[in-house]
């Protein structure tokens, strides 16, 4: 039986775009769903975003039951995610935009606005960008197969960055104005900044080995 892989469906995500990624990956069962106990039986789980953090972390609490199914499965089940920019960026204790929002509090840190060393550098950081591995920590050497992620360039549109508070937590780095965090892991949880759907052959290659990951 293939697996199935829940894309979290919390009014906040470009859908249709990771959907068809992830089947181009190779994935034979997407299901877009908002259902808690879908996300229950789920063999992995998707996690996109697009807009700012306090909507996204808003919409997403505002399913009934989600937070605490996607919670059980991962925390407690042990199921692969993916967090896909601001997805990836709710992972983290707090947002720090328009105020302060709880987020999921799955990998501690904070999100907070960029602001480059050199002012002549614009935010929102947006297109093309190097992704550059620091997956060097025990933990890490730990949660990643070999090659699950890769140096490479791949497409970034945010104007906040996840600062987390342990660097071991630190997977992937990328530049603009001075060091950002592409990508983030712990335990069976991986986010990254970038969008893998808009990433052409480097998203897809990153998919298919999500896909396969088996942590």
Known sequence: MADVTALIDYG???????????????????????????????DRIVLPGVGAFRACAQALRGVPGLVEAMTERVQTG?????????????????????????????IGGEVRQIVPADSTI??????????????TAPLLQQVFQPGLLERGEAYFLHSYHFVPDAADHIAAMTDHGGG?????????????????EKSQHYGLEFLTRFLAWKP
């Not at 920019?85 to 799955?106: F, H, K, N, S």
């Not at 614009?122 to 997956?135: C, F, S, Y």
């Not at 950002?180 to 893998?196: K, N």
């Open 12 to 42: 906040a995500g470009n859908l249709r775009s990771v959907a068809n990624a992830l089947r181009a990956a190779g994935c034979e069962s997407v299901v877009v769903t908002a259902d808690p106990e879908v996300v229950r039986r789920a």
């Open 78 to 106: 042990g199921a692969p995610f993916l967090g896909i920019c601001v997805g990836m960026q709710l992972l983290a204790t707090r947002g720090i935009e328009y105020g302060t929002t709880p987020g999921l509090d799955w």
């Open 122 to 135: 614009k935010v929102p950081h947006m297109g093309w960008n190097d992704v550059e591995l620091r997956a």
């Open 180 to 196: 950002l965090v592409a990508a983030v892991a712990r335990d069976t949880v991986l986010g990254v900044q970038f969008h893998p």
